[in-house]
């Protein structure tokens, strides 16, 4: 029996030995076949996530940010303990004890699956094995995962600290709300850096990761809160807290961003405008799309925040002011359904949800608004942002009869009398408050209206191309096509002082004579015949009032005698045009260009004549904080010197181009200062010095004014997408230059202006500017005009009669002093009266400017 016993048992002995050799060669040799191709752990030591790129204004403030997974990357020594010890409690135990993998944890969960027939599914991976997952392998559901997790593991193990794999891991993880990462993950739910979370916050955020959908801190609030109180539990259990501290953050509320508890981190952040969507976009070729979105990018913008806000605010005024001159009234096109009106709660929510593209938020002092009821002439309105009073709020008849409706029929119905007869309850409207200008006080709120008509506006440096201001539009939250980079329009009259800069460098000089009188081209689609905008015609006439009266005659003489390829090669060398057609109705700005490069061709003669690209940004740093772009490539020949004498400015080398004659470059900078005291710029109101040319197409399609003061150039455009007539009274001059004048206003007070830098190797003549003709020294008079001359022009362009070769109206008499085209008085936006040239007719049409 005893023989018989032992036998059986060495028998069992022998099977059990048998099986676990086998079953350990058969481990072995699946961790062996999936073991062979794994991809290297390697990798994890040059660890470079996909972090948020930021953008930064030149005093260092945060102005946006733009990220595929906003993941903001820290250190393992910056994160606090409890953060760490949450993440610890509720995802792996024994992770600062484990190999890799938790033998015991993975038991269990066998067991609980087995037990509940596959119902109960643990993962049981430790914070190794999601490394890997989340790094090194896909996130599928499998066996064969879950073994390469497992080897994986245990290599890591072996070649990182935990330190280490920790980093990894609480950089890596998805928390929800599209933040990856602890320290944007607490910015998101709390707004707050991982240094001020409390015990509580770094709990709720070590319950996310599992399942972050389904916990949301609004929609699955209980939930959430049990979640959170169940990782403090875990916290307390193993020590990381005490039992009054369980009890208190336990008993606590969960407060969040969702909730309204916390503002939104991105309400301490100005709107997105176009400036920064522009540096996307720029940045986005430059160092593509991946890099720019995932790279952590450090980006330091040229812009200036005031003048921004200046641009913006003088655009938007202008163009409402001419929206409203119309008298249409278009409203918002969204309605909230009356079942949504019947509690303030529910219209709020409501409103909330109502797009920016149709009811803006980025216009300063507009709200949006919902007709709550009709009562009388009066229509009251809950206004998003601002609070019920007593009395309610109110749009009294007096603010709607400045518009008129449009009938479903397309026609306008009558002006307006009461707000009913603009507005039905239901309608979501944007408003603001008017106020009185003396003391501030408030009067009533008044009715707004997206403008149909747009415009941009955009200021440089006209010595370092540094963009200081960029609208491309009058909202951004409206419209996000950006007019200064992106619209192509036709330049009108602001083309003629790269005509004039070419004909000064070709020999003329500015006091030459150019005859006005009647052109006939013959073109393949028939005769073309331009004219003044006043079609009037002044015989032979000195080429400066060719500019400050802008003739369109004089300069299709001008581009004729030097030849429109110079004109191109000029319109190139400024870079205006890649390929400017060689067409005579080109030199009056027919062919389309953008802002953003015109621009930089009046900045390159206000500056002297160097070349100046522009540019939005100053420096881009990586995520380790070295420069990959710099603008300024200048240097600083005396910034190490400490005896630089006391008042003077170290010396800057720099390698610009010299795109044209310095002289050259001075004397059209006199030319557009003759524009502005008494030409077509004369509204311009300034205490500095300042230059500028106004521009005006073919039934006023687009208008414009560009100038500049010694240190900034600024240029204004108005006009409708999709190109139309703005209508009588509508010119650069009335129009744009208000614009720059309200921009230009603010920006001299903090970048002043002074008289514009005279170039060496020239010298001093006086002139009669009707005339022509040398004056002797001494000469006195409104017609005496001082012009400053390189040797070879007095030479070549005194005397000179240009006609072009068109040989008609040499005849005619000089421009007369006194005399004047222009021949519609207005009155500008400052009060002050001045005189517009009436545009011309058929014979200009498809001529580019009319002046």
């Not at 707050?192 to 319950?207: D, F, H, Q, R, V």
């Amino acid at each position: 029996m005893i023989r018989f016993v032992l036998s059986t048992l060495g028998g069992l002995f022998s099977w059990v030995v048998t099986a676990i050799f086998f079953a350990a060669l058969t481990v072995g040799a699946i961790f062996w076949m999936y073991g062979r191709n794994l991809p290297s752990h390697e990798q994890l030591a040059q660890y470079t996530p996909k972090t948020i790129s930021r953008i930064y204004s030149g005093e260092g403030r945060l102005i946006d940010e733009f990220a595929e997974e906003r993941r903001i990357f820290v250190p393992i020594a910056d994160i606090p303990d409890v953060v760490k010890q949450a993440f610890v409690s509720a995802e792996d135990q024994n992770f600062y004890i484990h190999k890799g993998y938790d033998a015991r944890g993975i038991l269990a969960a066998a067991f609980a699956a087995i037990k509940s027939g596959g119902k109960d599914v643990r993962g049981a991976s430790t914070i190794t094995q999601q490394v890997m997952k989340n790094f090194l392998l896909d996130g599928s559901r499998s066996a064969e995962r879950k073994i390469k997790e497992l080897i994986l593991a245990a290599r890591v193990e072996e070649a990182l600290s935990k330190d280490r794999i920790l980093e990894l891991y609480l950089n890596e993880i998805f928390l929800g709300q599209n933040s990856y990462g602890v320290a944007a993950a607490a910015q998101t739910y709390f707004n707050k850096p991982l240094s001020a979370l409390t015990i509580g916050e770094a709990a709720y955020l070590a319950a996310l990761p599992k399942k972050p959908a389904e916990l949301h801190p609004v929609r699955n609030y209980d939930e959430a809160r049990l979640r959170r109180n169940y990782v403090l539990r875990r916290m307390f259990e193993d020590g990381h807290i005490d039992q009054a501290t369980l009890e208190a953050e336990q008993a606590k509320e969960l407060k969040t961003v969702q909730r309204g508890d916390y503002p939104p981190f991105r309400e301490a952040l100005p709107p997105r405008d176009y400036f920064t969507d522009e540096i996307r976009r720029q940045l986005s070729k430059s160092f593509g799309q991946e890099e720019f979105f995932g790279g952590g990018l450090t980006i330091r913008a040229t812009v200036d925040p005031k003048l921004q806000a200046q641009a913006a605010k003088a655009l938007q005024d202008a163009l409402e002011k001419y929206d409203r001159s119309q008298g249409i009234w278009r409203g918002t096109k969204a309605t909230i359904p009356a079942d949504q009106l019947k509690d303030e709660a529910s219209w709020r929510a409501a409103l909330a949800a109502v797009p920016t593209d149709q009811a803006p938020r980025d216009i300063e002092g507009w709200h949006p608004a919902v007709v709550l009821e009709i009562s009388g002439p009066s229509a009251r309105i809950g206004i998003e942002g601002v609070d019920e009073d007593a009395d309610g709020h109110w749009i009294p008849a007096e603010d709607v009869t400045w518009a008129r409706k449009r009938d479903k029929d397309g026609k306008l119905g009558p002006r307006a009398k009461r707000a009913s007869d603009l507005v039905d309850v239901g309608d979501v409207v944007l408003v603001r408050a008017i106020t009185k200008d003396s003391d501030g006080s408030f009067v009533r709120w008044s009715l707004r209206q997206v403008p149909q008509v747009e415009g941009a506006f955009m200021a440089m440096d006209v010595h370092t191309g540094r963009v200081l201001a960029m609208q491309g539009g009058f909202s951004y939250q409206s419209s996000v096509f950006n007019r200064t980079t992106q619209a192509m329009r036709q330049p009108g009259s602001n083309m003629k002082p790269i005509v004039y800069a070419a004909a000064l460098d070709s020999g003329f000089s500015p006091e030459t004579i150019v005859v006005d009188a009647p052109i006939e081209v013959n073109t393949p689609q028939g005769l073309w015949r331009p004219k003044n905008s006043s079609n009037k015609y002044y015989g032979p006439t000195p080429l400066r009032t060719g500019l400050e009266q802008s003739r369109n005659l004089m300069t299709v003489r001008i581009a004729q005698e030097i030849g429109m390829e110079t004109v191109a090669g000029y319109a190139r060398r400024f870079g205006v045009y890649d390929d400017l057609g060689p067409y005579l109705a080109n030199a009056l700005g027919a062919q389309e260009t953008t802002m953003y490069r015109l621009i930089s061709a009046y900045a390159i003669l206000a500056n002297g004549g160097q070349r100046v690209e522009p540019t939005l940004v100053d420096r881009v740093q990586d995520r380790w904080g070295r420069t990959i772009y710099r603008h300024d490539q200048g240097a600083c020949l005396d910034c190490a010197d400490p005896g630089l004498p006391a008042g003077l400015g170290p010396r800057i080398r720099t390698d610009s181009e010299q795109v044209i004659n310095a002289i050259t470059a001075y004397q059209m900078v006199s030319l557009m200062q003759g524009a502005v005291q008494r030409g077509t710029g004369t509204g311009v109101n300034l205490p500095v010095p300042v230059a500028g040319k106004t521009g005006t197409t073919n039934d006023a399609k687009d208008v414009w004014f560009t100038g500049f003061t010694s240190n900034i150039v600024a240029s204004c455009y108005m006009g409708y997408d999709q190109p139309r007539g703005l209508g009588p009274g509508a010119y650069g001059g009335t129009l744009c230059v208000p614009v720059f004048n309200a921009f230009m206003q603010e920006a001299v007070k903090d970048y002043g202006g002074s008289k514009f830098k005279v170039p060496p190797g020239g010298y001093w003549q006086n002139y009669n500017r009707f005339t022509g003709e040398i004056l002797p020294d001494g000469v006195r008079g409104d017609f005496v005009q001082a012009e400053y001359m390189r040797e070879d022009q007095e030479m070549r362009g005194f005397g000179m009669i240009v006609d072009g070769g068109f040989a008609m109206g040499a005849d005619l008499p000089l421009f007369a002093q006194g005399e004047s085209d222009n021949n519609t008085t207005v009155t500008t936006s400052t009060g002050q009266t001045r005189v517009i040239p009436k545009k011309a007719d058929f014979g200009t049409l498809s001529a580019g400017g009319l002046y």
